[in-house]
Each structure stands twice: as C-alpha cells, then as structure tokens.
C-alpha cells in the first residue's frame, strides 16, 4: 500500500516562497505520475501540478505556470512543489496524489483518477 506525507506548508506574506514536500512510502515510487491539487475553503479540489514518473513532462493549471514549479527525486521517492510570487489567491490545503502512467495528462488533472493521496499541508498566503 502506497502512503503520501506532504510537509511545508505554512503561513507566508503575499510575494513570498515555500516549497512542499511529499514523499512516497512504496518502493515503486519511480512508476507513478505524481500530482499537486488544492483546495481552498468552500471550493471543489483543484488541478495544481503533476509530473510523470520519470520527470521529463510536467503539466500546469494556467494560474500557477510561471509561479510554480514541480520536481521529483525519484532516488528519494520525493516530490516537490517550489511555490514563488504567493498570492492570497493560492491559500488552500495542497494534497500530494499518485496514479499510475495515463496515456494523456489530461487523466493527471482530474481528481478522481487518483489512486493515492496525501492528508495535505495548509498553505495561508497573508496579503
């Protein structure tokens, strides 16, 4: 059984950066396309980031491109999301999800296409 861990959310000022953790208990981590959603209170669950299982593709929600930046350690069975030019507007509790290999991103940015999640981490951008 695969378990997600996300770590580094926190508090941070509008403009500034964090960077989220998530790291993958099963030994095949290197087989998964990993995912970032969010969700923001009241609102449905979010496409954020996803990158393949072996890095060399990664896909974007168009409010987040240019701001974010999704990356993988496949030696450490980790994922990251570097998060710069934090707006209030990305305040959520960001999830960490995996599914295996889909024949189009398109699979990676629909929640319920994930096999695997995270518990999430709470990122509050202050304005």
């Known amino acids: 059984q695969v378990q997600l861990v996300e770590s580094g959310g926190g508090l941070v000022q509008a403009g500034g950066s964090l960077r989220l953790s998530c790291a993958h208990s099963?030994?095949?981590?290197?087989?998964?396309?990993m995912c970032w959603f969010r969700q923001a209170p009241g609102k449905e669950r979010e496409f954020v980031a996803a990158?393949?299982?072996?890095?060399?593709?990664?896909y974007y929600q168009p409010s987040v491109k240019g701001r974010f930046t999704v990356s993988r350690e496949n030696a450490k069975n980790t994922v990251y999301l570097q998060m710069n030019s934090l707006e209030p507007e990305d305040t959520a509790v960001y999830y960490c999800?995996?599914?295996?290999?889909?024949?189009?991103?398109?699979?990676?940015?629909?929640?319920?296409?994930?096999?695997?999640w995270g518990k999430g981490t709470l990122v509050t951008v202050s304005s």
């Open positions: 990158i393949s299982s072996s890095g060399g593709n990664t």
């Open positions: 999800a995996a599914r295996n290999t889909a024949n189009s991103y398109v699979y990676y940015t629909q929640p319920g296409s994930m096999q695997y």
């Open positions: 099963g030994r095949t981590f290197s087989a998964y396309a």
